[in-house]
T-cell receptor, first 113, second 114 residues
Framework: EPEVTQTPSHQVTQMGQEVILRCVPI?????FYWYRQILGQKVEFLVS????????KSEIFDDQFSVERPDGSNFTLKIRSTKLEDSAMYFC???????????FGPGTRLTVL | AQSVAQPEDQVNVAEGNPLTVKCTYS??????LFWYVQYPNRGLQFLLK??????LVKGSYGFEAEFNKSQTSFHLKKPSALVSDSALYFC????????????FGRGTSLIVHP
């Protein structure tokens, strides 16, 4: 069964450093998402991406964040200058059409020191 | 605006007993409702959804959920719990006439005791 994959599983970085989180969505999916989950809290929407552009973003997704689909398979989330409060689990998700359910990756745990 | 509430942080049930994980929602249009399960160190896995049709929706692993429009609820149920059902359960809602982005609840930890 096809699945969403994410790398790395765990990323440790120093405050102020740039990080890139990588995702490979399911191959025939057209809609892509990033969410984050701070430890013990609910899943929060960051951004959605369709047709090579951002379709929606939350207030969390400020200028420090960017997304890219560089090669038709990978979908990346970049945080330019990490802050302590960026420490969270980051989930990538994809879906094939707008009305369907999303399929989530296993997540990348980001720890900012 | 759309929102979802999971009033219980934790639900404890004995193996073999029925389980219910509660969810209530608020949307201005027609609700699209989802349940996901999260096992430790894993991503969210889709269980079931309600968009239209029968109020009782059957999903993966023997789970079902009942859409109740008057009570704005979408409780997750299973007739006989398994220890392996122990996980974190998230309810999500989106407004069928609005954004395609679902809003997730805070999650309910289900613990099934042997």
């Amino acid at each position: 069964e096809p699945e969403v994959t994410q790398t790395p599983s765990h990323q440790v970085t120093q405050m102020g450093q740039e990080v890139i989180l990588r995702c490979v969505p399911i191959s025939n999916h057209l809609y892509f998402y990033w969410y984050r989950q701070i430890l013990g809290q609910k899943v929060e929407f960051l951004v959605s991406f369709y047709n090579n552009e951002i379709s929606e973003k939350s207030e969390i997704f400020d200028d420090q964040f960017s997304v890219e689909r560089p090669d038709g398979s990978n979908f990346t989330l970049k945080i330019r200058s990490t802050k302590l409060e960026d420490s969270a689990m980051y989930f990538c998700a994809s879906k094939v059409i707008a009305d369907n359910e999303q399929f989530f990756g296993p997540g990348t745990r980001l720890t900012v020191l | 605006a759309q929102s979802v509430a999971q009033p219980e942080d934790q639900v404890n049930v004995a193996e073999g007993n029925p389980l219910t994980v509660k969810c209530t929602y608020s949307v201005s249009g027609n609700p699209y409702l989802f349940w996901y399960v999260q096992y430790p160190n894993r991503g969210l896995q889709f269980l079931l959804k309600y968009i239209t049709g029968d109020n009782l929706v059957k999903g993966s692993y023997g789970f079902e959920a009942e859409f109740n429009k008057s009570q704005t609820s979408f409780h997750l149920k299973k007739p006989s719990a398994l220890v392996s059902d122990s996980a974190l359960y998230f309810c999500a809602v989106r407004d069928g006439g609005g954004s395609y982005i679902p809003t997730f609840g805070r999650g309910t930890s289900l613990i099934v005791h042997p």
